[in-house]
């Protein structure tokens, strides 16, 4: 060989070498990158300020896009004793979660979290200008300060207790229709029922309009079909919002049909928008007004603009409706499972009403205690939002206990996993109302994180009272009227987390009338 060939072959050689090594030590740093505590998201922001590195596992998780996500982080957190704060990546998202009392009051309760990451579905849906998503800021404080004052208000929740009581005795009767009909063996699938009163119930309070059960293909039916699709929509795990480059693409079609919600919900809202403006140039004088009106007698700078106006109010409707239906699907799950406590119950309620000769108003539930302890026992084991529905965004740089969060990291607080916490708990995977009215009352309204299903802070969820008082009047009109029994098919408690954690196989049972003296 020619001393040519050999200089040709080292330099060839040479270079092979390079290239390898090169890709060789590429790899291996995107594996320690991926293989960094807290994911992909972390690794891309970890800096010398960072004082003590929050655990977590490794990796970009799609976690999130699974049925049971709160169950899959509790196990996590368990796995890297990681209960007080855990750190995680989803695409080039940075997540932080606490599965303790104390941190999450830190979380939830600090002005660094008070804003909330905005997914592309709620900005799509107009939610960015309502309470729910709206920026931390003057015009979410104003919508705040309106909701308290004119709708959330003790006398103002007072005042529609007749609209309450009223709606739950028509699903009374629906449900005794149901029962007494040949179809579908007399059983009842009960959030079918409750989610149209709930509709109701928000439409009346907000809207004073009011639809008929019975109704085939009218508003009340395009309207529950709307906030059924704006529910699904809001609840899919979007990889757009985790991976911006696919935000170009839109391959899970989550913005098309989004603006075609929105198109809807404009002219459905936008409707009863111009049929208030139209009877208030009317002189509506001496009538009760609802939401609508006093949103159009704001003046000056709490006025809102028709878009704003019809964002808010959307809003009111998508928020109000599920989570009172299925909150009460769950209770009355529990009920068919649970004679005894049903029984018990029902002797109660028996004991406040002359034996049952009247029916129920708001001022008996305060002398229901075990049908609030039973409340509260379900929202427990079943809380509708266990990651509280809607995580908290970090404006700024923030400590939580000795670790840094850097802004712009998504925190959130799996509630299911501290109400299922045996060292906060005794048996805490048994369905026992007792343990509120024996051993220590706690309360749900957000003060005490052991059990706060309604959030906490300044994002607390501001509507918790009055569905609280629907709630506990609407199961009490359904245990003093019906006895609820397993029908061909057994109660299965198995969950599925879509925006709210709801059952994955609809209550489907039987309601026994009871022998009444009223109605």
Request: aromatic content about 10%; charged content about 20%.
């Amino acid at each position: 060989m020619s001393p040519e060939a050999y200089v040709l072959f080292f330099n060839s050689l040479n270079l092979v070498t390079f290239e390898t090594f090169a890709w060789l030590s590429l790899f291996i740093a995107t594996v320690a990158f991926f293989l960094s505590p807290g994911g992909l998201a972390w690794a891309c922001t970890r800096s010398s300020k960072t004082r003590v590195s929050i655990p977590g596992p490794s990796g970009s998780l799609s976690v999130l896009s699974g049925s049971n996500p709160h169950r899959v982080l509790a196990a996590l957190a368990q796995r890297f004793k990681a209960s007080p704060l855990m750190a995680f990546s989803v695409g080039f998202s940075r997540f932080v979660i606490s599965s303790e009392p104390e941190t999450a009051k830190e979380i939830l309760n600090s002005s660094a979290f008070a804003d909330r990451p905005v997914k592309e579905s709620a900005y799509e849906l107009l939610f960015h200008r309502a309470m729910g998503f709206a920026p931390y800021g003057e015009y979410w404080r104003n919508l705040r300060r309106i909701a308290s004052t004119h709708l959330f208000s003790p006398r103002r929740i007072e005042s529609f207790e007749g609209v309450r009581a009223g709606i739950g005795m028509k699903m009374v009767e629906k449900i005794k229709s149901v029962a007494m009909s040949s179809a579908g063996g007399g059983e009842v699938e009960v959030k079918k029922v409750i989610h149209f009163g709930s509709l109701n119930n928000v439409m009346t309070t907000v809207f004073g309009e009011s639809y008929d059960f019975d109704e085939v293909n009218g508003d009340g039916c395009f309207l529950e079909r709307l906030v059924s699709e704006g529910y699904e929509l809001l609840g899919i795990f979007n990889w757009s919002d985790h991976f911006g480059v696919l935000r170009w693409f839109d391959f899970q079609g989550v913005r098309k049909r989004c603006r075609a919600l929105v198109c809807e919900v404009n002219t459905f809202v936008g409707s009863i928008i111009e049929k208030h403006k139209m009877k208030s140039n009317n002189n509506l004088n001496g009538e009760e007004k609802d939401f609508v009106d006093v949103l159009l007698g704001l003046q000056k700078d709490e006025k809102l603009s028709d878009f704003d106006m019809i964002a808010v109010l959307w809003e009111m409707i998508f928020r109000g409706t599920d989570t009172v239906a299925i909150l009460v699907e769950w209770v009355l799950a529990r009920m068919v499972l649970h004679q005894d406590i049903q029984a018990k119950l029902f002797k109660e309620i028996a004991s406040v009403t002359s034996n049952n000769t009247r029916s129920l108003s708001d001022s008996d539930i305060s002398k229901l205690p075990y049908l609030q302890a039973i409340v509260k026992e379900t929202l427990r084991l079943h809380p509708p939002g266990p990651l509280l529905s809607w995580a908290r965004l970090a404006i700024h740089d923030v400590n939580v206990g000795p670790n840094l969060v850097p802004a712009g990291t998504i925190a959130m607080v799996n509630m299911w996993s501290i109400t299922h916490d045996a060292k906060i708990w005794t048996d805490p995977e048994e369905f026992k109302p007792e343990r509120f009215i024996e051993g220590e009352d706690v309360s749900i309204m957000g003060s005490d994180l052991r059990l706060a299903p309604f959030g906490s802070g300044r994002r607390v969820c501001p509507g918790k009272a009055m569905g609280l008082a629907t709630v506990h009047l609407w199961v009490a009109q359904m245990i003093q009227n019906f006895e609820w029994v397993k029908g061909s098919c057994d109660v299965e408690l198995d969950e599925v987390l879509k925006l709210s954690m709801e059952m994955k196989k609809p209550l489907k049972c039987k309601a026994v009338r009871r022998n009444v003296c009223f109605g």
